[in-house]
């Protein structure tokens, strides 16, 4: 048998060395194959988490963030309502709130913040709509005034969005979410 680290040498007798290079004896810690013998390494130990069972398992680390005050339903029809609400404005937040109000108190209220937020942007809208026309007749002060309104549209909009983002992990942690600007009109 030769040295693989040197070529035409001998190599020295070991116990175990007499077999095949891809052969290992148990328990001799001798690697084959130039392949490391993790196992028999002192301190060696099984990370937490990954599992020896043929099949699946789950990443180690990964966690489900458990809900605490809402259902995993009623999560998801939450941030669909908020998403919905956010281009579709007070249309989805009604629907919803219809259906759905009396479930559990947080629900109810995520419920009805949404909807007062729709309407505040609906009101801004149609004030916008109604008011254009004649402000459009008023010099210099009608287009000012045009501008503010839909550049508040615009911020409501964001807004609104903000909260579609915020409001999920709010829900998670079981804490009632609080739009930046809103009127309490349906209670």
């Given at each position: 048998?030769?040295n ?32 490391p ?43 669909l ?8 404005t ?21 419920l ?75 209670h």
């Amino acid at each position: 048998m030769t040295n693989e680290m040197n070529p035409g040498q001998p190599v020295p007798e070991q116990p175990g060395n007499n077999l095949p290079p891809h052969v290992q004896q148990p328990g001799t810690g001798q690697p084959g194959m130039g392949q490391p013998d993790y196992t028999q390494q002192p301190g060696y130990s099984q990370q937490p988490g990954y599992s020896q069972q043929p099949g699946y398992s789950q990443q180690p680390g990964y966690t489900q963030q458990p809900t605490v005050g809402l259902t995993p339903a009623q999560m998801s029809n939450l941030q669909l309502n908020y998403w919905l609400s956010v281009f579709f404005t007070w249309i989805p937040a009604l629907i919803f709130y219809l259906v759905q109000k009396g479930q559990s108190p947080l629900y109810d209220s995520y419920l009805r913040n949404n909807l007062n937020f729709s309407l505040v942007r609906l009101i801004l809208f149609v004030c916008t709509f109604i008011l254009g026309e004649p402000l459009l007749f008023v010099p210099f002060i009608g287009g000012l005034l045009i501008f503010l309104l839909w550049a508040a549209a615009v911020v409501l909009f964001v807004f609104h969005i903000i909260a579609a983002v915020q409001s999920a992990e709010a829900a998670r942690r079981g804490q009632e979410y609080k739009f930046i600007f809103n009127l309490d009109m349906v209670h």
